[in-house]
């Protein structure tokens, strides 16, 4: 984990709804050489199936 104090960027994969975002950033996490964190999206909706909370969503 980065410290809180250390300068950073944020990088933000955006689109719509099924053009695979998703699998897009698990497979930078997987190959990226850098200390790269995957934050969890935020949601007022009912957990889908097999979404886990603070996993998929919060």
């Known amino acids: 984990m980065i410290p809180p104090s250390a300068p950073g960027r944020l990088v933000i994969i955006s689109g719509p709804s099924g053009v695979g975002k998703s699998t897009v950033v698990r497979r930078l996490l997987e190959i ?3 200390p790269l964190e995957l934050s969890v999206s935020a949601t007022t909706r009912a957990a ?3 979404e886990v909370d603070g996993v998929d969503y919060r």
């Open 48 to 50: 889908r199936p097999g």
């Open 32 to 34: 990226c050489p850098l």
